[in-house]
């Protein structure tokens, strides 16, 4: 379980950084957001430094939000992670028209998410959870033995 507005703070950005690398032509940002996202799946929060500053230096200030699942977050960062990998190859190979288009992706799918709530990616594991018979707990209740 996760603060909710935590993966907000996240998306707000990775929207923001990954805009200002297309609009630049700085690719290497879209790297540096890949390796980010790289290192907060696998290490946990303390090595996402949106999270850092977010549980650090909002959540004091603001207090705790309401709990969220945070499995759905996380698919969406994997996915993100993938789009801004790919994005940094096609830079790097010469294919900046792709890489573009790929970090442009993330750009508009993260600022949505951030400005409205509305999270592509979360989606997508819900519906996916749906198409494949796991069961999503959306409500801020751990998870029971049992619970897929």
Do not use: H
Not at 19 to 48: E, F, K, M
Not at 78 to 84: N, R, S
């Amino acid at each position: 379980m996760i603060d909710e507005r935590a993966p907000r703070v996240n998306q707000a950005v990775v929207g923001v950084v990954s805009l200002i690398a297309v609009v630049t032509g700085w690719w290497l940002l879209l790297a540096l957001l890949a390796l980010q996202l790289a290192l907060g799946l696998t290490l946990g929060r303390r090595w996402c430094l949106a999270c850092v500053f977010y549980y650090e230096v909002l959540q004091p200030r603001l207090g705790e939000g309401p709990l969220e699942d945070s499995r759905p977050p996380r698919f969406a960062n994997m996915i993100g992670l993938a789009f801004l990998g790919a994005a940094s190859v096609a830079y790097l190979v010469g294919w900046t028209t792709v890489g573009a288009v790929l970090g442009g992706i993330v750009a508009a799918l993260a600022l949505l998410a951030a400005v409205t709530g509305f999270c592509t990616g979360c989606n997508a594991y819900k519906i996916l959870c749906a198409l494949t018979g796991r069961r999503f707990v959306s409500c801020p209740l751990p998870s029971l033995p049992g619970d897929a």
